[in-house]
């Protein structure tokens, strides 16, 4: 069964930066895309960031370009470095994966989620 677990949240001051970690087991990771969603207070889940299992194609949020940055390792480890924060960024992070190398942007797109990890970033 597959199992995604984030980790590095926290808090940051506005223009600081977060690596973010998504750790998966249960499947075969060489396989499947991953991708990073956020979800805002009173706001729907939203994508952020996303990468091919291949780990050459990635897609990012317009919010995000030239910010956020995606990758993957050949173990079992999604990773987003985070830069330049601002206020609005500030959401819980969630990982998703899918079966397949087109690194999707749409919520339905993902099957297996991660429970999320906080990150707030002040003013």
């Known amino acids: 069964q597959a199992h995604l677990e984030e980790s590095g949240g926290g808090l940051v001051q506005s223009g600081g930066s977060l690596r973010l970690s998504c750790a998966t087991s249960?499947?075969?990771?060489?396989?499947?895309?991953m991708a990073w969603f956020r979800q805002a207070p009173g706001k729907e889940r939203e994508f952020v960031a996303a990468?091919?299992?291949?780990?050459?194609?990635t897609a990012y949020a317009d919010s995000v370009k030239g910010r956020f940055t995606i990758s993957r390792d050949n173990q079992n480890t999604a990773t987003l470095q985070m830069n330049s924060l601002k206020p609005e960024d500030t959401a819980i992070y969630s990982c998703?994966?899918?079966?397949?190398?087109?690194?999707?942007?749409?919520?339905?797109?993902?099957?297996?989620w991660g429970q999320g990890t906080q990150v707030t970033v002040s003013s």
């Open positions: 990468v091919s299992w291949s780990g050459d194609s």
């Open positions: 998703a994966t899918r079966h397949g190398n087109v690194p999707k942007v749409r919520v339905e797109d993902y099957d297996v």
């Open positions: 249960g499947y075969t990771f060489s396989y499947y895309s």
